[in-house]
């Protein structure tokens, strides 16, 4: 199984040529194989502006974890939501 960082690598010297060709064969595999993956990759950005309401709760979350707030993690609120 190729790692990380040797993908990384393959693909940091595949030359130009067959950059293009490489990634649609992957995103070609990735939509058949996990296509909830393939849509977030290849959403467009979003280009909406951010809202106040939004900056505000951004600054807040910035502000709790500051202040030394505990954090919890995805899977724990899942739990707790029973999801």
């Known amino acids: ?3 990380r ?3 990384h690598n393959i ?3 595949l030359p130009d040529s067959v950059l293009a060709a490489g990634g649609q064969v992957f995103l070609d595999f990735l939509k ?3 296509p909830v993956l393939f849509a977030l990759l ?3 950005q979003d280009d909406e502006p ?3 309401e939004e900056r505000a709760a951004v600054e807040e979350a910035y502000e709790s974890i500051a202040r030394g707030e505990r954090m919890i993690p995805d899977a724990e609120l899942a739990k707790e939501l029973g999801l």
Do not use: H, Q, S, W
């Open 11 to 13: 693909i940091d010297f």
């Open 42 to 44: 290849t959403a467009p």
């Open 5 to 7: 960082e040797e993908l």
């Open 50 to 52: 951010e809202t106040e």
């Open 1 to 3: 199984m190729v790692t």
């Open 32 to 34: 058949k194989e996990d």
